[in-house]
């Protein structure tokens, strides 16, 4: 066996190196092997922190006979999605269209040409539930590939042909307006859940960029709805088991619709997302609680996510050892009533039992409870809750900790830049800021490097051989604005501008329809495209509002140009699936509501830029800087002198300006503050 895993920089793609299955990273290589020995190519995705990825990894890559039967017959290509998501979203999108349904591990089976014929996601070791074992699936595979080839090639045609036939509408012509919306809005009501909050039922996702939509629209309609809907799922959330109540930050899902019991895993993603929607909550309603979980979910993000170089890690896997050693989901943060009272002593357990919901069944497994805040625990000690928390906190810090993803995601970290630099202005932690400015930094200097094109991931400084995609370009650039409007440093404009000129150069297609790789990235056997957000902003979307933030700070034409041709989409999609185009629905508030640009003559961190910074209009851009070399650093604030003197702000929006101020109060009302 040969071990071509082990330069891999994919921790994903480590964890399987010492499998006796014979695997190939996706290259040219792997699919001319198979060509040469004339065997189909098994193809495996999944990501470090995915719990049936392991379990089948276990079960069966682990497996001498299984992998024995692999080897002779295939040739087995593993891929980490987060590294090749062009990879994983053209073979998904074929596993959803063939059975309806797709998720992790995504097992496919390919033609040496890569056209895909057999499709399917975790098979068990033996037959399960109507499910095939994977030893049957291989032995199906290789009957089909040896004794009914043309039937294959027809099929793995068909399929091909179908996803190349695949177009998308764009709404025509124009941008989303308030008829598309309102329409929006209706149908978030309609899939609303009044009882628990969040949208539909279980398992249900933490809906960060429907939340940062009714936030935009409250700001800018005075919709009381939408606030409330908004509030609620975050309270709810807050107060929920997906919520780490001990050491702050958020889980990927939860399994039921209350919120209860989460899917253990914490991702860069989510908490870099709900971190900056908690901070917009209390922007906008001054809620304590929503203070307090932005800068918890911020300092989790430090403590357990920041890597050596000052990048974020992607994510914490779900399993960890319990007490006898074994692997498994969600053993570091949950408690048994025994447990509570070892740590803590009969009196502070009982009551940290009925604070937390802490039961002898249990909420979880084999009678273990996730902590979560009892609704019907009535008036407590704030001080002895936060005691409890410390100790329990240091105790479970004695545990195993679960393993940790450290591969940096540019995308991702885009996303964790805007949110910590937000976080920090707003709650006067210039660490947290300074954190963002870490993060950007080895961005610019390990995944932009020598190249002038986006890296994908880097780990332990090295950068990658993935090219970035429309996402990396659309969150990075986002990161770095939000970042320029906190810090007042024009650099960071500037290199935002260099990645949406690349987006313009290399990711824009006919009549405003962008693609998530590059012109000139590898050719798959389709260029993958999709507007509808996920767990994070589509690459779509999350340009479109960077390029829009990025034409209010510059005036360029091209950019506002390139934002509303990418914004039909959400004309089109809005009011059929506002859930999936949460993001897009956002922007296109920005774009309803100007984007106003306030330019701020004045001092870096001074209260007019504070001011200016909490103003509630949707994407409204902020410049804030003085002294002649200013305007060198923002376009914005050229010809933007003092009045009498003072700091002074200029609001400006459709090419029209209103009278300058001095005054914090007035620019505060002027940005809905």
């Not at 829009?548 to 140009?561: I, K, M, N, V």
């Amino acid at each position: 066996m040969v071990n071509r895993l082990a330069d891999a920089m994919s921790p994903y793609l480590l964890q399987h190196a010492d499998n006796p299955v014979d695997w190939w990273p996706w290259s040219p290589e792997a699919f001319e092997e198979a060509r040469k020995r004339d065997v189909p190519v098994l193809l495996s995705v999944g990501y470090a922190s995915c719990h049936w990825c392991h379990v089948m990894a276990h079960e069966s890559f682990e497996d001498d006979d299984t992998a024995a039967y692999l080897n002779a017959h295939f040739v087995p290509v593993k891929v980490d999605r987060e590294e090749r998501p062009d990879v994983d979203a053209v073979y998904m999108e074929a596993v959803q269209a063939a059975t309806g349904h797709g998720g992790w591990p995504m097992t496919v089976f390919l033609t040496p040409d890569a056209e895909p014929f057999y499709f399917g996601t975790y098979f068990p070791p033996e037959p399960r539930h109507g499910s095939p074992s994977f030893q049957q699936v291989l032995e199906g595979v290789t009957a089909a590939w040896t004794d009914r080839r043309d039937e294959v090639a027809e099929v793995a045609g068909r399929i091909v042909a179908d996803l190349a036939g695949r177009s998308l509408v764009h709404g025509g012509d124009g941008v989303p307006g308030e008829s598309e919306v309102a329409q929006a809005l209706l149908g978030l009501t309609r899939e609303y859940d009044e009882q628990h909050g969040g949208f539909g039922g279980a398992p249900k996702f933490p809906p960060a960029m429907v939340v940062e939509f009714l936030l935009r629209h409250y700001a800018r309609t005075g919709a009381e709805g939408a606030l409330q809907m908004a509030a609620d799922t975050c309270t709810a959330m807050a107060r929920g088991g997906i919520y780490d109540q001990l050491g702050g930050g958020f889980a990927r899902y939860s399994v039921d619709r209350e919120w209860i019991v989460p899917h253990f895993e914490k991702m860069l993603y989510d908490n870099a997302l709900l971190c900056r929607v908690y901070a917009h909550l209390w922007r906008t309603t001054g809620s304590d609680e929503a203070r307090r979980i932005a800068l918890e979910t911020a300092d989790f993000m430090v403590r357990e996510l920041r890597t050596a170089e000052g990048g974020f890690a992607s994510a914490l896997d779900a399993d960890s050892e319990d007490a006898e050693g074994k692997h498994v989901e969600g053993a570091f943060y949950v408690w048994t009533p025994a447990q509570l009272r070892e740590v803590l002593g009969e009196d502070d357990a009982a009551f940290a039992a009925a604070y937390f919901g802490v039961t002898e069944d249990g909420t979880f497994e084999e009678g273990a409870s996730v902590l979560r805040p009892a609704g019907d625990a009535g008036p407590v000690d704030a001080a002895r809750v936060a005691g409890v928390r410390a100790r329990l906190l240091a105790a479970r810090d004695e545990r195993p900790h679960p393993g940790r993803d450290d591969k940096v995601v540019a995308a991702w970290n885009g996303l964790a830049i805007a949110a910590l630099a937000e976080t920090g202005a707003y709650f006067d932690r210039p660490d947290l800021v300074e954190r963002a400015t870490e993060a950007a930094d080895l961005l610019v200097r390990v995944h932009l490097g020598e190249v002038a094109r986006l890296t994908r991931t880097s780990k332990d400084g090295r950068a990658g051989d993935n090219a970035g995609v429309l996402e990396d370009y659309g969150d990075v650039a986002e990161g770095f604005l939000a970042l320029a409007a906190v810090t007042g440093e024009g650099a960071w404009l500037e290199f935002a501008g260099f990645l949406l000129d690349i987006v313009l150069e290399q990711f824009t297609g006919e009549g405003g329809q962008l693609y998530d790789t590059a012109h000139d990235a590898e050719q798959l056997i389709r260029r993958p495209q999709d507007p509808t957000d996920s767990a994070t902003p589509s690459g779509w979307t999350a340009a479109a509002g960077a390029l829009l933030s990025y034409a209010a700070y510059t005036g360029s034409e091209a950019h506002r140009t390139a934002a509303e041709g990418a914004l039909g989409v959400v004309k089109a999609l809005g009011p059929r699936v506002p859930r999936f185009v949460g993001w897009g629905l956002a922007v296109a508030e920005a774009l309803l509501d100007g984007p106003r640009e306030v330019a701020v003559a004045g001092p870096v961190g001074g209260e007019l830029h504070r001011t200016a910074l909490l103003g509630r209009a949707p994407g409204a851009v902020v410049a804030a800087g003085e002294g002649p070399g200013a305007g060198a650093e923002f376009p914005l604030l050229v010809d933007r002198p003092l009045v009498g003197g003072e700091p002074t702000a200029y609001v400006c929006r459709h090419f029209v300006c209103d009278a300058p101020t001095t005054d914090a109060g007035e620019l505060a009302a002027k940005l809905g503050g």
